[in-house]
Structures are given as C-alpha cells and as structure tokens.
C-alpha cells in the first residue's frame, strides 16, 4: 500500500500492489523498489522518484528571515506558525507565485512548511 502522509492526521492510499501470495519485505535503490514475495519470488518495479518540496536556505539577514525552496512557481504555498503543538499555521500570500521570500521575524519560535496545492 502507498499512503500520501502529507497530513498525518488523515493519511490517504495513492496506490499500491497486490501481490499474488505474501510480501515479506520491500527495499528501494535508486529508481527501482525490489519486493520479496513468497509465491512469485522476486518482484521489481521501476519507480518514479520526484523531488519533494524542502527548503533550500533559511538565513536570518537583520530583523528578517530570507527563505527559499526547490519548487519556483509550481504553485508551493510557504506558511509559518509560532508552535507545532495545535499550530496556527498562517498562509505567507503570493508565496505559490515564487521560491524565495524575505519576512519580518516575530518574536519567539517560529516554524515554517512547505505545501502542495
């Protein structure tokens, strides 16, 4: 099974494999994921790999923090919160239509992800 865990919270199945007996293991190197079956033996797949989205610098410059990520305009939403234990999460607007933003910095902590539309 191939679960999107994007929100932990609510995972969701995006695909999968039904083997014809019992899967004892899976291993993935490089492009190519190798599952140990018990009636069929061997199983290959040729896999996909996509770069997921990560921040890419995060440099304090004065009173702001300058960030920047992989994905320019394809759309990646930056939002920032101040706690990661019931997070409130604040949309950084017109951050879908670039890969770099300049932000004042808040007092305190503060956390910063990166989303797919």
Do not use: C
């Not at 695909?15 to 009636?39: C, E, K, P, R, W």
């Not at 017109?94 to 910063?112: A, D, H, I, K, Q």
């Amino acid at each position: 099974m191939i679960l999107d865990l994007s929100n932990p919270a609510k995972p969701q199945r995006v695909g999968g494999y039904d083997t014809s007996g019992d899967a004892f293991g899976v291993a993935v190197l490089g492009n190519y994921a190798y599952m140990a079956d018990h009636d069929a033996g061997l199983l290959v797949f040729e896999i996909e790999i996509t770069e997921l989205p990560a921040i890419t610098r995060a440099e304090r410059s004065g009173n702001a923090l300058v960030l920047e990520w992989n994905e320019p305009g394809k759309g990646m939403r930056l939002q920032r919160a101040t706690r990661l234990t019931n997070p409130d999460w604040v949309e950084m607007l017109g951050s879908e239509n670039t890969n770099r933003v300049t932000l004042p910095l808040w007092s305190g902590n503060e956390f910063f992800r990166l989303m797919k539309p």
